[in-house]
């Protein structure tokens, strides 16, 4: 049974750093997208950044435009993880972030934004920026 497991949400005041850590079990993702999505209160759900694998240890990395220049998404193909480092946040960053992965490697561009793209979702955790 494939479950992802997210880590490190909290609290911080707005220019603060959070990272967030997912970790799969279940399955290996190496060769296969994984990402972050978000749900802010009252909001839809909404693509934050995603990776797909390139060969060897090279990931393709994609970002939503509100988040580029300040979050990185990295992958650690041994450990079977993903993380989100989050810098300079702000309160429109507060949102629950939810770990994804995909059983299909041939994402592209078009498709990573979708949330019909990923298979396995995580349960969330709460990030909360405060102003």
């Known amino acids: 049974q494939v479950q992802l497991v997210e880590s490190g949400g909290g609290l911080v005041q707005t220019g603060g750093s959070l990272r967030l850590s997912c970790a799969a079990s279940?399955?290996?993702?190496?060769?296969?997208?994984m990402g972050w999505f978000r749900q802010a209160p009252g909001k839809e759900r909404e693509f934050v950044a995603t990776?797909?694998?390139?060969?060897?240890?090279?990931?393709?990395?994609w970002y939503t435009n509100s988040v580029k220049g300040r979050f990185t998404i990295s992958r650690d193909a041994a450990e079977n993880t993903v993380s989100l480092q989050m810098n300079n946040l702000k309160p429109d960053d507060t949102a629950v972030y939810y770990c994804v992965a995909s059983s299909t490697r041939g994402l592209i561009l078009s498709s990573a934004s979708n949330s019909g793209s990923y298979d396995y979702w995580g349960q969330g955790t709460q990030v909360t920026v405060s102003s």
């Open positions: 990776t797909r694998w390139i060969g060897g240890a090279a990931y393709q990395k």
């Open positions: 279940g399955r290996s993702f190496r060769d296969y997208p």
